[in-house]
């Protein structure tokens, strides 16, 4: 089974094929253009979609020594993202089904991140525990079985990936700013600033009192941006350890509520080198199965779509072309 996916909901144009065993082209174009603005600009996303949807789909079918023809599925992110962005895919995705005959599949963006822990030989098993951390999203989801998810609790104001390129702008960083702290923090020492980390019943987070608190910490400096190119790789140590730490205790207090034994890590901040690290000892002490994508598979990508799209095909969850797209999607 050939399922082309193609993924548009924020700021990378991704188109990937997936044979059924593995994945044979994953191409991401990546929109520089919203450094310079600090965050994602929606309209100007949708324009670079529209300028590379074309040769990235193509791109991915050359790479995968495919036609169009070879195609059996089309899996197309439907939500959750930026409603002008989602429409690029979802209309070049709806072009090209008309055009060939093959089905259309809807795929939820954020179940896409949990299930690119597919893309690899060994595979989770039911019941496992995902969590989702990535530029929109906060979560810890319970997969019971394929498709059957239940949200146990989720960010009451920024998301982790967020939180990460906010406080970094914060230090003078460009867009995203998380690889970039996750670089520097490998260089500095997370115990020189106590930042707070919010003390929150259940599942929930928030990530807004740390982002203020970084605020005055570097307000009460007579020279802020010397104080920061002192202590650049402290901060991003101290910060890094203030955003993954509430995610590692919350994952280990789930385990153990629902006594499961598969966790898995899903979503751009999963790249995060703190974080990994963090969860391989959690998961060594609690004697778990740990997944976490490979790099490739971690930010947004149409691989995570295309297997998604092919978990869906085999069970029938066929769209039609009157799929819509939702910006905010559970
Ligand atoms: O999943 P993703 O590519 O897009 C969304 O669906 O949001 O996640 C992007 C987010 C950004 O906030 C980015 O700064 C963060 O993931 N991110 C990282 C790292 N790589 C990407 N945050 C911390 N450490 C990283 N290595
Ligand atoms: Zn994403």
């Given at each position: 089974m050939n399922v082309l996916g193609i993924e548009s909901s924020c700021d990378e144009t991704s188109a990937s094929v997936w044979n059924g065993t593995s994945i044979l082209s994953n191409v991401i174009a990546s929109q520089a253009i919203h450094e310079q603005f600090g965050g994602v600009v929606p309209e100007l996303a949708s324009r670079a979609h529209q300028q590379k949807i074309w040769t990235t789909v193509e791109q991915a079918l050359l790479e995968a020594k495919l036609?169009?023809?070879?195609?059996?599925y089309i899996a197309v992110t439907n939500g959750p993202g930026l409603m002008g962005a989602l429409l690029v895919g979802l209309s070049f995705a709806k072009g090209l089904a008309l055009q060939t005959g093959k089905p259309i599949i809807g795929v939820n963006h954020m179940d896409a991140h949990i299930y690119?822990?597919?893309?690899?030989e060994t595979k989770p098993e039911f019941p496992f525990l995902a969590l989702t951390v990535s530029g929109g999203h906060t979560q810890i989801v319970l997969v019971k079985?394929?498709?059957?998810?239940?949200?146990l609790g989720q960010t009451r104001d920024d998301a982790a990936g967020e939180a990460f390129d906010k406080i970094g702008k914060m230090l003078?960083?460009?867009?995203?700013a998380g690889p970039q702290i996750d670089k520097l923090a490998k260089m500095g020492n997370k115990k020189t600033f106590k930042f707070p980390q919010a003390k929150l019943d259940g599942y929930e987070f928030s990530y807004s009192g740390l982002k203020t608190s970084v605020l005055y910490r570097l307000k009460k400096e007579a020279e802020p941006e010397v104080f920061i190119a002192q202590n650049l790789n402290d901060l991003c140590a101290s910060i890094s350890d203030a955003i993954t730490e509430p995610l590692v205790k919350k994952i280990k207090k789930a385990v153990l509520e629902y006594d499961v034994k598969t966790v898995v890590l899903a979503g751009g901040v999963s790249a995060n080198g703190m974080l990994r690290s963090k969860m391989k000892t959690l998961a060594q002490h609690l004697k778990l199965n740990l997944f976490v994508p490979d790099m490739a598979y971690c930010t947004d990508n149409a691989a995570m779509i295309a297997i998604t799209g092919a978990l869906k095909a085999e069970r029938g969850m066929i769209d039609t072309l009157g799929l819509k797209p939702f910006a905010s999607l559970s």
């Open positions: 036609s169009v023809q070879n195609i059996d690119a822990n597919f893309i690899g079985n394929f498709f059957e998810h239940e949200l003078g960083l460009t867009y995203p």
